[in-house]
């Protein structure tokens, strides 16, 4: 969470600071600032066996926040924070004498820098880089049997130290003038995201989280951009 806020921090200063240097140089640059609703898209590939062994991946709900200010009639600098809930993934096993169930939750948020191209008047391509802050978690319950006692449980469980990674990202906006100053504004990204190539662990059976060394993200969903 303290990432989350940081990232936001960041962002605005940006937006003011830039506003304010348009101000006092008396230059043209317009200012936008905005947010959507987003849905998450997170793909991996299958990875190797363990608590890991299923990479969390499926949808989820989320937002993101962005400002910008115009270098020329037809490029902005954005500053973009996207973000969306935890993404999961659960698998059951059984032997003869064992049973359990393991499940990991993921969850990335994306700070870029991005630069924002308007190809027309409905149609702005995006680009750029930034960071993605990772937070992933593991558990596992198995139940093991014994002659003399019965079912015995065992929880383990484990979290993966939060990391900070490249990320890229690129996509397409698609302004609706509602008016003068504000717009609906459908949003896609693509963010392509580096991962730890490291184990979490000593432990053999719990493996890495995301067993691919960059995953794709899609994110997409509409919100308003209001420039002044």
């Known amino acids: 969470m303290h ?5 936001c921090v960041v962002v605005w200063v940006f937006v003011f600071y830039t506003a304010r240097a348009d101000a006092q140089s008396g230059t043209a640059h317009r200012v936008a600032i905005g947010g959507a609703v987003i849905s998450s898209l997170q793909t991996e590939r299958q990875g190797e066996a363990g608590t890991f062994s299923l990479p969390p991946h499926g949808r989820s709900v989320g937002g993101v926040i962005f400002g910008g200010v115009g270098l020329t009639p037809g490029i902005e ?5 996207s973000f969306a809930g935890a993404v ?3 698998q059951e096993w059984s032997h003869p004498s064992v049973r359990g169930t393991t499940t990991t939750e993921h969850r990335d948020t994306i700070l870029s820098g991005l630069v924002r191209i308007h190809v027309a008047s409905f149609v702005d391509l995006v680009g750029g880089a930034g960071v993605v802050f990772a937070r992933t978690s593991a558990s ?5 049997f014994y002659f003399l006692t019965g ?3 065992r929880v383990r469980t484990e979290r993966v130290p939060d990391s900070t990674r490249l990320a890229l990202t690129a996509g397409f906006d698609f302004p609706i003038a509602l008016g003068a100053h504000v717009a ?3 949003t896609l990204r693509l963010h392509h995201l580096s991962r730890p190539d490291t184990s979490p662990s000593d432990d ?3 493996t890495r989280p995301v067993s ?10 509409a919100g308003v951009r209001v420039q002044f």
């Open 3 to 7: 990432g989350i806020r940081w990232a």
């Open 77 to 81: 600098l954005d500053g973009e924070l």
């Open 88 to 90: 999961g993934n659960t």
């Open 140 to 144: 596992e319950v198995s139940e093991s």
């Open 151 to 153: 079912w015995t449980t």
């Open 184 to 186: 609906l504004m459908p």
């Open 204 to 206: 053999a059976d719990f």
């Open 212 to 221: 691919a060394a960059n995953s794709i993200v899609w994110r997409a969903g």
